[in-house]
């Protein structure tokens, strides 16, 4: 719960429509925590974990930091051929958590402690890396939700 987005809810992504559930922490210690949730939980459904291909490609300009699972979910996405890809819900913790998601992070002074505290995440790394991959993207079209649009646009000013 320190490092993590929080419990699987079955029932939610039933009810959302979630096909797959992915790991995309392909380390040593990647792997044992996603044994280690069968053992915890006993679960009958089926998860997957990424690629060492996959991962390597995510991981391979962070300087042995760990990717964010929104990061990897980002670069995965961004190197499938699609006709569009929207995306939301992503500010690089260059905002605060949606209030009720994890509320004990909402202040930035914290979250950011909270991050560094991990020492396993490059956040900044990741958005420099993720603006550059945008001139590759395999996407016909990328579009932002205004947020993540206002981050991107703010952080090319000088």
Known sequence: EFSGGGLIDWELFDKVGVKKVINPNRTYKGIITHLNYYKRKQESRK?????????NRISNELNNAIPTIGF????LLLHTECAELFITGFT???SPYVKGY??????MDINREHINKQGI???ELEFEIFKKSLTTAKPK?????TDLKKIIENSFIL
């Open 102 to 107: 994890r509320d004990e992070l909402l202040d």
């Open 72 to 75: 990897s979910t980002l670069m």
């Open 92 to 94: 690089f913790f260059k």
């Open 121 to 123: 995440h490059d956040t």
């Open 141 to 145: 079209k990328v579009t932002f939700d």
């Open 47 to 55: 998860t997957y974990i990424i690629s060492s291909k996959n991962y």
